[in-house]
């Protein structure tokens, strides 16, 4: 159980250009979504917290308008980063609460803007 | 959220029994302790979650102490496949929209 994918694992962008990141718990319902950013060799950077049918609260010094997240159903939530540029680049993970104190993550996505 | 402090790394030999401890002074009555295991890009793995004393299961032991400032992570005999990057974090159950904020994390390697 607790299975969360994410699509694609890793992604090529020129600067300037979009890119939008999937989320989907396979096989439980997830109302609450957590996306994270990490760089190289360093922790989780908790982003965003994505609720199903509401707005997203973004962590301090995280731009809700460069990182847009959607959750519209119960088992998908999406992150897309807008006008993405070479400091975007990143592993970006989601996650998804399934039981009391435990999430289901994501493998990964590896973002890289060129 | 209780903040946890554990070591930045550790080394350990194939077969050995690693301990890997983290503090967690300002843990509150009802927060639990969860340990995840991340390899390099892939997202964390649950491995064990405590409340108190000791909890075993087939990957991991932990134990806490009775003042709770504290746990261990215990692996029995690690492979060369246990090398990753662990982390502890002091939870809130039954609250899904509780946040998880990663510490450092303990990066261990295990060499053969």
């Known amino acids: 159980g607790a299975v969360v994918s994410q699509h694609p694992s890793w992604v090529i962008c020129k600067s300037g250009t979009s890119v939008k990141i999937e989320c989907r718990s396979l096989?439980?319902?997830?109302?609450?979504m957590f996306w994270y950013r990490q760089f190289p060799k360093q922790s989780l950077m908790l982003m965003a917290t994505?609720?199903?049918?509401?707005?997203?609260?973004?962590e301090q010094g995280v731009e809700k308008d460069k990182f847009l997240i959607n959750h519209a159903s119960l088992t998908l939530s999406t992150l897309t980063v807008t006008s993405a540029h070479p400091e975007d680049s990143s592993f970006y993970i989601c996650?998804?609460?399934?039981?009391?104190?435990?999430?289901?993550f994501g493998q990964g996505t590896r973002l890289t803007v060129v | 959220l209780a903040k946890t402090t554990q070591p930045i790394s550790m080394d350990s030999y194939e077969g050995q029994e690693v301990n890997i401890t983290c503090s967690h002074n300002?843990?509150?009555?009802?927060?639990?302790i969860t340990w995840y295991q991340q390899f390099p890009s892939q997202g964390p793995r649950f491995i064990i979650q405590?409340?108190?004393t000791k909890v075993t299961n087939e990957v991991a032991s932990l134990f806490i102490p009775a003042d709770r400032k504290s746990s261990t992570l215990s692996l029995p005999r690690v492979s060369l496949s246990d090398t990753a990057v662990y982390y502890c974090?002091?939870?809130?159950?039954?609250?899904?929209?509780?946040?998880?904020?990663f510490g450092q994390g303990t990066e261990l390697s295990v060499k053969p």
């Open positions: 405590g409340y108190k």
């Open positions: 994505s609720n199903e049918g509401s707005k997203a609260t973004y």
């Open positions: 300002n843990i509150a009555t009802n927060d639990y």
């Open positions: 996650s998804a609460y399934y039981l009391p104190g435990r999430r289901g």
């Open positions: 974090l002091v939870v809130v159950p039954g609250n899904q929209g509780g946040k998880l904020i």
């Open positions: 096989d439980f319902q997830a109302t609450t």
